[in-house]
């Protein structure tokens, strides 16, 4: 099943354009203007099964994701994104990034980031767990850039846009071929471009220990030192072997509060803050306030007021867009 929706600010009153432009985006990003600069632009979707295309054209404007705005758009997936026009500058926690028009950017969505940025870019969500198989046991890091003029770059860059233009066009059973390959020429790109992040931990193991957190991520005992007598292994090769995700203690910090922020933000949920804040292994409050303020900017009560409905992950963007598809 494919669709398109085409929306544009063209049409939209000048006095509330502004205001247009920021609610849709707004289930995934924060869209803000830089210096005095008025927010426009026009972006297409297209929905293949599975998979979102976008051609999005715009002016300069400031894009911030924030873990509270992940977590409630729930998109499980990984972001291709070809500048086609202009330039893209991206900050995390961990650094900051320059791109420009050729280069190509695969983001993981489930990391923060802000962006400011102008002109065109064509991008393709990509189902993590698709990807995660097709790349086996190969650590993919949270952000890649692939530069223009490199040959498998180019190669990349024309399958992109040709995947874009024909994608709703496809017979239903030429669907998953042209995707496959896609993330056949991904994995090929990835794997032999010098990007791969060293190993430091049998991959099998490592997803033990972290099939092993999940079930265990309500339990207060939960700790390095439980993971190191469980698995036999020193603290050190623990640490190294999760460096990437800022270390292991980092990881189940943050799976906590992702629960916790999403057991307050549903609507069914009667319980107190301090009740869920027990249940996922804060045994103290104050240490809890201030950990989740940290991580979503705001306090457990502010979430709490913020309280969504369930979420279906990536058709969501489809479906949010065709709210706006008819004012425009």
């Not at 933000?265 to 292994?281: C, H, L, P, V």
Request: glycine content about 4%.
């Amino acid at each position: 099943m494919s669709e398109e929706i085409f929306i544009t600010t063209a049409s939209i009153d000048p006095y509330i354009r502004d205001d247009f432009y920021r609610s849709l985006f707004s289930t995934f990003l924060d869209v803000s203007p830089v210096e005095q600069n008025p927010l426009y632009g026009s972006i297409r979707i297209r929905s293949v099964n599975d998979w979102t295309l976008t051609n999005w054209q715009f002016g300069i404007q400031r894009c911030d994701r924030r873990q509270n705005l992940i977590l409630q758009s729930d998109i499980e997936a990984y972001l291709l994104i070809l500048i086609v026009k202009g330039h893209f500058h991206r900050t995390t926690q961990k650094n900051s990034v320059r791109v420009e028009a050729g280069d190509l950017l695969l983001i993981n969505t489930a990391q923060a980031d802000s962006c400011i940025s102008s002109g065109e870019n064509t991008a393709i969500y990509i189902p993590r767990a698709l990807l995660e198989k097709k790349l086996g046991n190969y650590r993919l890091p949270d952000e890649t850039i692939f530069r223009a003029k490199q040959p498998m770059t180019q190669l990349l860059t024309d399958y992109v846009l040709s995947l874009f233009n024909v994608s709703v066009d496809l017979h239903e059973e030429e669907v998953d071929s042209a995707f496959d390959a896609l993330l056949s020429l991904l994995a090929v790109r990835l794997k032999n471009g010098n990007v791969q992040t060293k190993q430091e931990i049998n991959p099998v193991l490592k997803h033990r220990i972290l099939q092993f957190i999940d079930l265990n991520i309500k339990n207060p005992e939960l700790c390095i030192e439980s993971l190191m007598c469980r698995f036999n292994i020193s603290r050190a090769h623990l640490y190294r072997a999760f460096e990437a995700e800022s270390g292991i203690a980092t990881i189940i910090r943050d799976k906590r509060l992702d629960l916790a922020y999403y057991q307050l933000t549903r609507q069914t949920s009667s319980k107190t803050i301090a009740d869920i804040a027990q249940e996922y292994g804060f045994s103290n409050f104050n240490q809890f306030l201030r950990a989740f303020r940290l991580r979503f900017g705001m306090s457990p009560s502010e979430a709490k007021d913020q309280s969504v409905g369930e979420h279906s992950g990536v058709l969501d963007l489809t479906q949010h867009f065709m709210n706006f598809s008819d004012s425009t």
